[in-house]
């Protein structure tokens, strides 16, 4: 397998622009996960979906920030209107949960994209 | 309060020496944790997961847990120069697949 696939790797664009990021998970895996990391704040979840269905999107910033899961093998992250503020490193992950046979405890682990670097102007 | 704390560093120790790294988290109804390694400029990678209170060895790498004290612990034995990079610790808390990241330990490696 492939792993997780981000696109673009790197994206430069001007403050008001609209940007596009984009995610293919791990064949089979059911969950996917936006993420977002700068220096200050450290990887912060954005939002999850399970099943392409959003889940929690309680960490996803204000309005302009929208994601969708139209297949179990395609995401998008998309912001309208880009900001400054907005520049991170922003990480897509897929995982599948199975109950670890001696704990029941949800096992999972996340694989991560090699993330999409985004830098506003 | 932060839901998953650790300890910035850098936490330097020389080559062949054990280094320890450590994350306290919140949450106490929180029942997974991870702990993920993040080469500079690359993205993060899972290496070890643990879920009940104990330790759990593979290779290198000891992963410690004590729920009543609200403590993980990672302990990496012969360190290498290649063992240098960002340590995450991660747990799950608000939902199984909910997983909240500390802000990272940088451990250097010495030689």
């Known amino acids: 397998d492939a792993g997780v696939i981000q696109s673009p790797r790197h994206e430069v664009t001007e403050m008001g622009q609209e940007v596009t990021l984009r995610c293919k998970p791990i064949?089979?895996?059911?969950?996917l996960f936006w993420y977002r990391q700068t220096m200050m704040r450290g990887l912060e979840l954005l939002i999850y979906?399970?099943?392409?269905?959003?889940?929690?999107d309680s960490g996803m910033p204000e309005d302009r920030f929208s994601a969708k899961m139209p297949n179990a093998s395609f995401s998008t992250l998309k912001i309208q209107p880009s900001e400054p503020r907005d520049s991170a490193v922003y990480f897509c992950?897929?995982?599948?949960?199975?109950?670890?046979?001696?704990?029941?405890?949800?096992?999972?682990?996340?694989?991560f994209g090699s993330g999409t670097r985004l830098t506003v102007v | 309060q932060k839901e998953v704390e650790q300890n910035s560093g850098p936490l330097s120790v020389p080559e062949g020496a054990i280094a320890s790294l450590n994350c306290t988290y919140s949450?106490?109804?929180?029942?997974?944790f991870f702990w993920y390694r993040q080469y500079s400029g690359k993205s993060p990678e899972l290496i070890m997961s643990?879920?009940?209170?104990g330790d759990k060895e593979d290779g290198r790498f000891t992963a410690q847990l004590n729920k009543a004290s609200q403590y993980v612990s990672l302990l990496i034995r012969d360190s290498q120069p290649s063992d240098s990079a960002t340590y995450l610790c991660?747990?799950?808390?608000?939902?199984?697949?909910?997983?909240?990241f500390g802000t990272g330990t940088k451990l250097q490696v010495i030689p």
């Open positions: 992950a897929s995982s599948f949960i199975f109950s670890h046979p001696g704990t029941g405890a949800p096992n999972y682990g996340y694989t």
């Open positions: 064949s089979g895996h059911d969950y």
């Open positions: 979906f399970n099943n392409n269905v959003p889940i929690d």
């Open positions: 949450d106490r109804g929180s029942q997974s």
């Open positions: 643990i879920y009940s209170n």
């Open positions: 991660a747990v799950n808390s608000g939902g199984y697949q909910k997983v909240t």
